[in-house]
């Protein structure tokens, strides 16, 4: 396998024939002539940059937890904005006690479908309206929380995809610990607006995963809360006095909106933090492992499509990611002096020079 970072990467690939075997050629899509949809989008983060054309796109995430390469995955599959659809869209700004006012406003506009990026965002538009269908992309088991019957056949208004991230978090540690052997010492910084433990199942549901595999490699595990944006730097403060040799972040949409300063943060007190999509990796982490969220993301337009042609929510499953990714960020571990096993770096699935 090539590290360099130019060009198809194995996940690239793995992402084409997913999306090959879900669809027909997006090229031979069309849509209904003289409709123009509505679409309501909720998410957390505002984007920022466009998303490019062509193979590149495949690649591109957007900004996480915006929700935006729904938008671009909708161009392909041969939606217009402004011309075959409208989309309405509505950001919490990370602040999860706006969600309820948003998915009102949403819903009054009466689109056709709705989007909500993340667990917090579908449940309240499921609590907004229970006839518009709403897709959702989230970390959070939609069955557990009661928004779907079942992954098979969810039965009412909510389908989408479950990213399974929780699954993903003692693997992340296990990684994190090859990539610096020795490792006896970690934190955990959750950085959630409005949260504290046993408030969130989702990050209950990842703090237990980390914990029990920290018991089994014999490591021990710091937490810290972050539930504003100063109260980032006043967490980071407080494991580095724990003295902890890296740092685990989980995907919360406030930690995403907080991507880039929690990086400038580990370079600046040299410690290495894993994240869990490939975009914290790009941010300057040194790692990161979980689902390739730009295909969850298309496979997520994709049902839209389905939806705005006919197909009803409650009879779309749930699904699952199959493939996840490592990313390795070699300059960043250059940075802070960690030299990554040559092993751990034949398992990546991108290694950013």
């Excluded at 779907?148 to 990213?163: D, E, K, Q």
Aim: one cysteine or more.
């Amino acid at each position: 396998m090539s590290l360099d970072t130019t060009g198809m990467d194995r996940r690239t690939f793995l992402s084409t024939i997913g999306l090959g075997a879900l669809a027909p050629p997006l090229a031979a899509q069309t849509q209904p002539a003289g409709k123009t949809f509505k679409l309501g989008l909720l998410a957390t983060n505002r984007p920022t940059g466009q998303p490019p054309t062509g193979p590149a796109l495949s690649r591109w995430t957007g900004t996480p937890g915006s929700g935006e390469t729904i938008v671009a995955a909708l161009i392909e599959l041969g939606y217009v904005e402004g011309r075959n659809i409208v989309i309405h869209r509505r950001y919490s700004d990370a602040i999860p006690g706006r969600l309820p006012g948003l998915a009102a406003e949403l819903v009054g506009l009466r689109p056709d479908v709705l989007y909500g990026h993340g667990g917090g965002a579908a449940a309240a538009l499921q609590s907004a309206t229970a006839t518009i269908p709403i897709v959702t992309v989230t970390g959070t088991d939609l069955v557990a929380e009661g928004l779907a019957a079942s992954l098979g056949r969810p039965g009412g208004n909510v389908t989408g995809i479950h990213a399974m991230q929780p699954d993903t978090a003692g693997k992340r540690l296990a990684l994190l610990r090859d990539a610096i052997p020795g490792l006896s010492r970690v934190g955990l910084l959750c950085a959630v607006v409005g949260s504290q433990p046993g408030a969130n199942q989702w990050l209950d549901d990842t703090l237990r995963d980390t914990q029990s595999v920290a018991r089994a490699l014999d490591i021990t595990i710091r937490i810290a809360w972050a539930d504003q944006a100063g109260g980032v730097d006043a967490a980071f403060a407080a494991l580095n006095r724990e003295r902890v040799a890296a740092m685990l972040i989980p995907g919360t949409g406030f930690a995403s909106a907080q991507r880039d300063h929690l990086a400038d943060l580990a370079r600046k007190h040299r410690i290495p933090i894993a994240g869990d999509d490939r975009s914290y990796a790009e941010a300057g982490f040194l790692m990161s492992y979980g689902p390739f969220f730009g295909d969850l993301l298309r496979r997520a337009a994709i049902y839209i499509d389905k939806i705005l042609k006919g197909a009803k929510p409650a009879d779309l499953p749930i699904e699952q990611p199959t493939v996840f990714e490592l990313v390795i960020n070699l300059k960043t571990a250059k940075t802070l002096g960690v030299t990554i096993p040559q092993s751990l770096l034949l398992r990546a699935d991108q290694v950013i020079q």
